[in-house]
T-cell receptor, first 113, second 114 residues
Framework: GENVEQHPSTLSVQEGDSAVIKCTYSDSASNYFPWYKQELGKGPQLIIDIRSNVGEKKDQRIAVTLNKTAKHFSLHITETQPEDSAVYFC????????????FGSGTRLQVQP | DGGITQSPKYLFRKEGQNVTLSCEQNLNHDAMYWYRQDPGQGLRLIYYSQIVNDFQKGDIAEGYSVSREKKESFPLTVTSAQKNPTAFYLCASWTGGNVRNGYTFGSGTRLTVV
């Protein structure tokens, strides 16, 4: 089955700096890659996603890049703010079979004011 | 507003007891999922259901059971056979068909064995 690895496990940045979180996946059939933000005690919230036919997608301060050949994708947050502090998860899925998301282990982002 | 409701928010279980976690959605989604989250780890799939009256085991189904009698409801029972049930449990749903539409998650149930 699919295996998703996520790095780093913790990331501390100064307010206004950029943050980058990287994930790799194992199943070449995966074609959907969402990113979730989880605040303490809450369920994950989808923040951005990308499909396999797209190399990059941007939404205001958040961007995601995908390299299908290398099987890795990354989340980029620019101009970080204290409210960006949370745990971020990457995930991967196919459109066949059980079509369930396989998640990375998470990155705890701390934005220092 | 449409969404997923999980209850209770906190649940305490004694050794040897079965407990049931509720998950209800009013999004008219076909597929529903249960995930388990342990501290410092990602979400692991317990069970999923892509249609009413049908469900499949995920990666860590041992010690858990589910039912899907109604489209809106997908309860999870943590049985006494689950040896380490203390965790944060998340229910999710999506429209079915193409997973690119993304999951919607509930707010979770934190289960603690006392």
């Amino acid at each position: 089955g699919e295996n998703v690895e996520q790095h780093p496990s913790t990331l501390s940045v100064q307010e206004g700096d950029s943050a980058v979180i990287k994930c790799t996946y194992s199943d070449s059939a995966s074609n959907y890659f969402p990113w979730y933000k989880q605040e303490l005690g809450k369920g994950p919230q989808l923040i951005i996603d990308i499909r396999s036919n797209v190399g990059e997608k941007k939404d205001q301060r958040i961007a995601v890049t995908l390299n299908k050949t290398a099987k890795h994708f990354s989340l980029h947050i620019t101009e970080t703010q204290p409210e960006d502090s949370a745990v971020y998860f990457c995930a991967a899925s196919t459109n066949t079979g059980r079509r369930a998301l396989t998640f990375g282990s998470g990155t705890r982002l701390q934005v220092q004011p | 507003d449409g969404g997923i409701t999980q209850s209770p928010k906190y649940l305490f279980r004694k050794e040897g007891q079965n407990v049931t976690l509720s998950c209800e959605q009013n999004l008219n989604h076909d597929a529903m999922y249960w995930y388990r989250q342990d501290p410092g780890q990602g979400l692991r799939l317990i069970y999923y259901s892509q249609i009413v009256n049908d469900f499949q085991k995920g990666d860590i189904a041992e010690g858990y059971s589910v039912s899907r009698e109604k489209k809106e409801s997908f309860p999870l029972t943590v049985t006494s056979a689950q040896k380490n049930p203390t965790a944060f449990y998340l229910c999710a749903s999506w429209t079915g068909g193409n997973v690119r539409n993304g999951y919607t998650f509930g707010s979770g149930t934190r289960l603690t064995v006392v």
